[in-house]
């Protein structure tokens, strides 16, 4: 039978190992590709794509295939619709080797008689709903213009689903409670 001192001992590095991890799922940073926000949304890294990778601005204008889009829309576009309940989100936050993307709701779009700019990832990209980039005030998130190749990446966010810590804290007291009555009673 255990003694009461390594039994304590046990419990105690039992307890702080848990409290630890605990403390990492509330942290907001997910171990992976996701990212969890301060609104509690939990965001599964997708992947990215170039302003610049978009199609021509003149094939926007004399096809009616292409469109100008925002971000979302040229998320969609490029990794598809996601199922009911499911968003995507986009982050124009440069990448810094060893920083974690973080969910900015912002994309980088390129404005007709404009320049490059940094706006909601939602905004409306067709100012007259014509179809076309061709209007002052229109903007889209994936056309070749004035952006140059690999300088305003748009980086994609979807929604997952998160295991709350609380259950695991649960868990863990409810099999620590058991465990004492199990050694009360021997």
């Known amino acids: 039978m255990m003694n009461a001192k390594c039994l304590k001992s046990a419990l105690a590095v039992f307890i702080l190992s848990v409290t630890c991890l605990a403390g990492k799922a509330n942290a907001g940073l997910i171990v992976g590709e996701l990212y969890t926000d301060a609104s509690g949304s939990a965001w599964e890294y997708v992947g990215s794509f170039d302003l610049a990778a978009g199609p021509n601005w003149r094939e926007v204008n004399q096809s009616t295939e292409h469109k100008p889009y925002n971000g979302i829309e040229a998320a969609e576009l490029l990794f598809g619709e996601l199922a009911p309940g499911g ?8 990448f810094q080797t060893g920083e974690t993307y973080e969910v900015n709701h912002m994309a980088w779009y390129d404005g007709i008689i404009s320049y490059i700019h940094e706006k909601s990832e ?15 005030g229109d903007f889209s998130a994936y056309i070749s213009d004035r952006g140059v190749l690999g300088e305003n ?7 997952a689903s998160v295991p709350e810590p609380a259950t695991l804290v649960l868990l863990t007291l409810t099999l620590t409670g058991l465990a004492f009555r199990r050694f009360k009673y021997r």
Do not use: C, M, P, Q
Request: charged share 25%.
């Open 153 to 159: 990446i748009n980086h994609v966010f979807k929604t």
């Open 87 to 94: 968003e995507y989100a986009l982050s124009s936050n440069v």
């Open 122 to 136: 939602s905004l409306a990209a067709d100012k007259y709903n014509d179809g076309r980039y061709y209007n002052e």
